[in-house]
C-alpha cells in the first residue's frame, strides 16, 4: 500500500557527485524530525544509492541548523497513525491495531527493522553531523560506518526522562563504552561532539565551516577503494560486532522499550509518559551530559 501523499517540498534530498551519493534529511523547519514520510524517503535513497553500479560511498547529512532532532512526536506532519508499504520486516500494519500491538508492528518496522537494515547497506555510508543529534537522530548516525561532527554538533538520548530506557536502536554500549553509556542515558544531557570523538563514538571534529569538504575528502578517500573489498571489510566488522552480542542485545531492550511504553499507557498521559516536545526541551535544555 503506497504511503501518503507528501508536500512539494521533498522530505530527503539525493544527489550524486562523482563516486559518491549525498543523501540529505529535508524537514529544516522541524530539525529533521523523523516522521515516516521522511523514514521511507531514507530508505529509498539508500536503495538507490546500493543499486547505483557508479556510487561507491553514501554521505547521510541533515539540511538547515541540525543533523537531526529524533523521531517526530509533535510536528504537524506527525503521520504515526498511517498506513505506508512495509520493508523492514513481515509484522502486519499497525495503522488499524490499538495499544501495544500497534506500536510494537509500527516500531519494529519503521525504526528498529529500518536501522537494522540501513546498517547492512554495502557500501561505506558517513554520517556528516552538525547541530543536534538526539534521540532517533542518534539512530541515524548509529547506523553509519564513520562519523564526521562539527565543533557544533551535540548528542544526546533523553528518553529515560520518559520512562524509557533509550531509543528503540539500543546501540549504546557498542558505540561508547558501558560506563560513558549509562551516564549518558542516566543524565539525558548533551555530550559534546569533542567527547564523543574521546569516547570513540566520532571519527572526526571539525569546524563548522569545513564540515561538507571534510567529510566529502573523507568519502573521496574511502571510494578509492575497491567496491568488494569495501563491502567485505564492512561486513566482517558488522559481524563481529554481533558476535559481541549487538543484534541480541537490541532485540533484549527492544522488549524493555515496549514494557516502558505499556507502563506509561496505563498510568501516563500516554505511550510516551505525557512528555511532549516542549517538556522534553525545557528538561534538557542546557545541561551538559556525558
Known sequence: ?????????????????GPVAHVTLNRPRYRNAQNSA?????????????????????????AGEHFSAGHDIGTPERDAHLPFERR????????????????????????????????????????????????GGLMLAWVCDLIVASEDAFFAD?????????VEYFAHPW?????????????????????????????KVVRRADLGAETEELARRVAEMPRLGLA?????????EDLQ??????????????????????????????MDVRAMKRAGAGRAGA
Open 158 to 166: 533523553p528518553v529515560v526522562r520518559m520512562g524509557i530506557p533509550g
Open 175 to 203: 558505540v561508547m563504552p558501558p560506563r560513558i553509556a549509562k551516564e549518558f542515558l542516566f543524565t539525558g544531557g548533551r555530550m559534546s561532539a569533542r567527547r564523543a570523538y574521546e569516547v570513540g563514538m566520532v571519527n
Open 88 to 135: 523492514a520486516g513481515l509484522w502486519w500494519d499497525h495503522s488499524d491495531k490499538e495499544g501495544a500491538e500497534s506500536r510494537f508492528a509500527r516500531e519494529s518496522e519503521v525504526y528498529l527493522g529500518m536501522c537494522r537494515r540501513w546498517r547492512e547497506l554495502p557500501k561505506p555510508v558517513i554520517a556528516s553531523v552538525h547541530g543536534a543529534c538526539v534521540a
Open 245 to 274: 552480542g549487538l543484534q541480541t542485545g537490541m532485540d533484549s531492550v527492544f522488549g524493555l522499550h515496549h514494557l516502558a511504553h505499556a507502563h506509561n499507557a496505563e498510568t501516563a498521559a500516554d505511550s510516551l509518559g505525557g
Open 38 to 62: 521522511l523514514t521511507y524517503a531514507l530508505d529509498e535513497a539508500f536503495y538507490r544509492a546500493s543499486a547505483d553500479s557508479g556510487v561507491k560511498v553514501v554521505v547521510l547529512a541533515g
Open 1 to 17: 500500500m503506497p504511503g501518503p501523499d507528501t508536500d512539494a517540498v521533498p522530505p530527503v534530498l539525493y544527489e550524486v557527485r
Open 232 to 240: 567485505l571489510a564492512k561486513r566482517a566488522v558488522n559481524q563481529a
